[in-house]
């Protein structure tokens, strides 16, 4: 009954490979979102989609991109990892934007080597 | 920006003993205030929310309180349990989309 659900759960790639993180949601919520986390510190927001809206964090690296082709699907697009950009990447969702809970998937891990 | 400030990183308390968590935040505009509960290699969940309109908020063994003019609020849990051992995230949102989350505090329930 998961309702995001992020494949992989563990990814490896390699130094400059690009990488690609999926995220699905049954729920129906116009607001998706991708959030980075390191180890032992707060999730960090790299952008939401309202709809097809992109909103980018003014602090998100250019290297990372996302896609988000129908309401249910949202992709982050790593286009040339580096070894600081392995962490835990958060999706969740939202029937809104603010004041509102946010439903997280599982999470994938990305190893750079 | 909003920043958000938590305390403490890790907490360990006997089984049946309160934790206390605290989060501060620095925008007055902020106005809902979510807890979110992490175990080992799980999603995020939310536990508890509260909107800046309450000052106070109670959900079974969990509570959370909120000062708006001191800009802090706090988690409370009563009688822990042994599967109340996670890492727990306060944040803070306004009206718009965003919500910034605290550090994290690593609580351990020991039997």
């Known amino acids: 009954d998961a309702m995001v659900i992020q494949n992989p759960r563990y990814q490896v790639t390699q130094f400059g490979k690009p990488v690609t993180l999926s995220c699905s949601q049954t729920l129906n919520h116009n607001v998706m979102y991708w959030y980075q986390q390191k180890s032992s510190q707060a999730p960090k927001l790299l952008f939401h989609y309202y709809d097809k809206d992109f909103n980018n964090e003014a602090d998100t690296p250019d290297n990372f991109q996302s896609r988000r082709p129908n309401t249910s699907f949202c992709f982050l697009d790593i286009r040339s990892p580096g070894l600081g950009d392995a962490a835990m990447y958060l999706c969740a969702t939202s029937r809104r934007q603010g004041n509102t809970e946010a439903f997280f998937g599982q999470g994938t891990r990305l190893t750079v080597v | 920006g909003e920043n958000v400030e938590q305390h403490p990183s890790t907490l360990s308390v006997q089984e049946g003993d309160s934790a206390v968590i605290k989060c501060t935040y620095s925008d007055s505009a902020s106005n809902y205030f979510p807890w979110y509960k992490q175990e080992l290699g799980k999603r995020p969940q939310l536990i508890i929310d509260i909107r800046s309109n309450v000052g106070e908020k109670k959900d079974q063994r969990i509570a959370v309180t909120l000062n708006k003019t001191a800009k802090h609020f706090s988690l409370h849990i009563t009688e822990t349990q042994p599967e109340d051992s996670a890492v727990y995230f306060c944040?803070?949102?306004?009206?718009?989309?965003?919500?910034?989350f605290g550090s994290g505090t690593r609580l351990l329930v020991r039997p």
């Open positions: 944040a803070a949102g306004d009206s718009s989309y965003k919500l910034i």
